[in-house]
T-cell receptor
Framework: GESVGLHLPTLSVQEGDNSIINCAYSNSASDYFIWYKQESGKGPQFIIDIRSNMDKRQGQRVTVLLNKTVKHLSLQIAATQPGDSAVYFCAENRPSGTYKYIFGTGTRLKVLA | DSGVTQTPKHLITATGQRVTLRCSPRSGDLSVYWYQQSLDQGLQFLIHYYNGEERAKGNILERFSAQQFPDLHSELNLSSLELGDSALYFC?????????????FGPGTRLTVT
């Protein structure tokens, strides 16, 4: 079926290092992108979003980069902490007069002490 | 706490049965989205309601239906349940004011069909 390009790889990072999680999206017309964090047993939690008229957006310890040329999205987490351990999803909104989000299968981030 | 509530938290039922999942959006949000999350499929968009009207359908089976009521809470009805319907069901709400906005997810309902 349709998907935003993740196949649940695992990224292991030392505590205090920066993490970069990547996502390839499929529809060049997608105009809005969201990163979510999901901890075990909980619902996805909004982290940061970006619209297609932007290349970069920063939040608290997180930065999202959007490269529309190659349809690539990345999430950078600065000074990764144990509490950052979770599965991270990107989602794209495909404009069609309605809001229809396509999620990837996620990347598991493991923070090593 | 996202402000989105879902009930029940867990549901165990038999094949062929019918269940109703309930979602209350955050105060002020007009949009409700339903998603199914299973181990091999990730998060799958099912359906979107905005202020009581259906706006978009995703991979929703004909055995499933939903509605959003005047008080903006939403229900997802699953009928003729099959083993493969076992999954986590999430709802999310958003303001979606003149464009898409971030979604806030509820804690989910874990459905087990035996």
């Amino acid at each position: 079926g349709e998907s935003v390009g993740l196949h649940l790889p695992t990224l292991s990072v030392q505590e205090g290092d920066n993490s970069i999680i990547n996502c390839a999206y499929s529809n060049s017309a997608s105009d809005y992108f969201i990163w979510y964090k999901q901890e075990s047993g909980k619902g996805p939690q909004f982290i940061i979003d970006i619209r297609s008229n932007m290349d970069k957006r920063q939040g608290q310890r997180v930065t999202v980069l959007l490269n529309k040329t190659v349809k690539h999205l990345s999430l950078q987490i600065a000074a990764t902490q144990p509490g950052d351990s979770a599965v991270y999803f990107c989602a794209e909104n495909r404009p069609s007069g309605t809001y229809k989000y396509i999620f990837g299968t996620g990347t598991r981030l493991k923070v090593l002490a | 706490d996202s402000g989105v509530t879902q009930t029940p938290k867990h549901l165990i039922t038999a094949t062929g049965q019918r269940v109703t999942l309930r979602c209350s959006p955050r105060s002020g949000d007009l949009s409700v989205y339903w998603y199914q999350q299973s181990l091999d499929q990730g998060l799958q968009f099912l359906i979107h309601y905005y202020n009581g009207e259906e706006r978009a359908k995703g991979n929703i089976l004909e055995r499933f239906s939903a509605q959003q009521f005047p008080d903006l809470h939403s229900e997802l009805n699953l009928s003729s349940l099959e083993l493969g319907d076992s999954a986590l069901y999430f709802c999310a709400s958003s303001v979606d004011r003149q464009g898409p906005y971030e979604q806030y997810f509820g804690p989910g309902t874990r459905l087990t069909v035996t």
